[in-house]
């Protein structure tokens, strides 16, 4: 379709094939660590902090943005723009 880009091979089935690739089987998953998606690990860790379990946020922050955009970011969204339109022109 005109205007829309493949974004590519994302996600747990990418990651797992190219683990794979790289000798992983789940017969030895065992020696292999996911240090990127998947289940966080819940159980508390000896010798740790205490981790938390609720955190309290104001209720006016959970409000949308402006329709117009937050003026304090808007330099960083068109800086944003400009280095991905240059890239695509340079490539």
């Known amino acids: 379709m005109p205007g829309i880009l493949h974004p590519g091979s994302t996600g747990v089935i990418y990651c797992s094939d190219r683990?794979?690739?790289?000798?992983f089987s789940y017969a030895d998953c065992h020696a292999w660590s996911n240090l990127g998606q998947g289940a966080p690990e819940v159980g508390p860790i000896p010798g740790a902090p205490?981790?938390?379990s609720s955190f309290r946020m104001p209720e006016?922050?959970?409000e949308y943005a402006p329709?117009?955009?937050?003026?304090g970011q808007r330099p960083f969204v068109v800086w944003n723009y400009k280095?991905?339109?240059?890239t695509r022109l340079i490539s």
């Not at 683990?19 to 000798?23: E, K, T, V, Y």
């Not at 329709?67 to 003026?71: I, L, N």
């Not at 280095?83 to 240059?86: A, D, G, R």
Request: proline share 5%.
């Open 19 to 23: 683990a794979m690739a790289n000798g």
């Open 50 to 52: 205490e981790r938390p």
């Open 60 to 62: 006016d922050s959970l």
């Open 67 to 71: 329709t117009t955009g937050v003026k």
């Open 83 to 86: 280095c991905v339109l240059i």
